[in-house]
């Protein structure tokens, strides 16, 4: 029900946005079937996304739902952010920003609070966001450190680095976790390039589409996952889609999965709207770990 009203008010806040100054408005939704060994798992995927800026001020939504049906049992994940930052000196953004994590699996409900704050300083070219995220209590961890470095090659085309440390709780072990990613998102084509190194574990994502005509185009997708050296999964995907309007399009695609010899074959067919992006300057924590390591894992339902 959270979910839901959270969502609702994602609608209400981009719909009223159109009068003032809508920067971005992002939503997808999808339906994947995946298949091997004669076991079949079905994924209902919904993110919605949102920011506007009143003067100095932007304001950010965020909403992401996955619902995997594993033979009749259900595990539900969600995640919804909310946050504000503010624009000062020219060249200086700070932040704040509040997100909930939601995991219901095999009717065991969990959740996990997440208190971000950051600073920023972005001259058009070079940027740069140092950042400190708190955890609630009985995570398992304490806190989550960042800081990114990006450079913006033109409107269409930015890469960015950032290296992150989770603190972990009643001195357990530190993790270190550093993701890379470039992005073009031009009128022919569009590439995602996404790479991320933690401790043993390394992942590189690519994601891409051609326009071969104003409304018919093709994508494909490449994933692999290993640890210590091992290829532990491997996912090659291609498709299509189709512009239904300026902004909204229809995708689809057909995968494989290997993952240690064993092959799982999927078929995704999802509804995209795109008007605008979030850029790399407003990317929390949770922004960069969600989108890079869901692309890099071949998890991009």
């Known amino acids: 029900m959270r979910l839901l009203m959270v969502s609702a008010a994602l609608v209400s806040v981009a719909t009223g946005a159109y009068a003032q100054n809508l920067s971005y408005a992002n939503g997808e939704l999808s339906f994947t079937s995946l298949d091997g060994d004669g076991d079949t798992t079905d994924v209902t995927y919904f993110e919605g996304s949102a920011g506007f800026d009143v003067g100095a001020v932007d304001l950010f939504g965020d909403v992401i739902f996955t619902e995997f049906d594993l033979s009749g049992d259900d595990v539900d994940l969600s995640t919804v952010s909310l946050g504000a930052g503010y624009s000062f000196g020219g060249w200086y953004r700070t932040d704040v920003s509040y997100t909930q994590f939601e995991n219901d699996a095999f009717g065991f409900g969990d959740s996990t609070d997440v208190t971000e704050v950051g600073l920023g300083f972005n ?19 304490d806190a989550l450190y960042g800081l990114t470095l990006g450079l913006q090659f033109n409107e269409n085309t930015d890469a960015s680095v950032s290296r992150h440390r989770l603190e972990a709780e009643d001195g357990g072990e530190d993790e270190n976790l550093s993701i890379a990613s470039l992005n073009h998102n031009g009128d022919i084509f569009e590439l995602e ?105 071949g998890l991009n339902f």
């Open 123 to 141: 001259d058009g070219l070079f940027l740069v966001r140092g950042a400190y995220a708190a955890l609630e209590e009985d995570s398992g961890a």
């Open 193 to 297: 390039i996404d790479m991320v190194t933690a401790d043993d574990v390394f992942s590189v994502g690519l994601n891409g589409n051609y326009a071969i005509t104003s409304r018919f185009g093709v994508l494909g997708s490449l994933a692999q996952v290993s640890i210590d050296d091992d290829d532990v999964l491997d996912r090659i995907g291609a498709g299509g889609f189709y512009q239904i309007a300026d902004g909204l399009r229809i995708d689809a695609e057909i995968f494989r999965i290997d993952s240690d010899g064993d092959d799982v074959d999927g078929i995704t067919v999802g509804l995209r709207y795109d008007m605008g992006a979030k850029s790399v300057e407003r990317e929390t924590q949770i922004d960069r770990l969600n989108s890079a390591v869901n692309r890099s894992f």
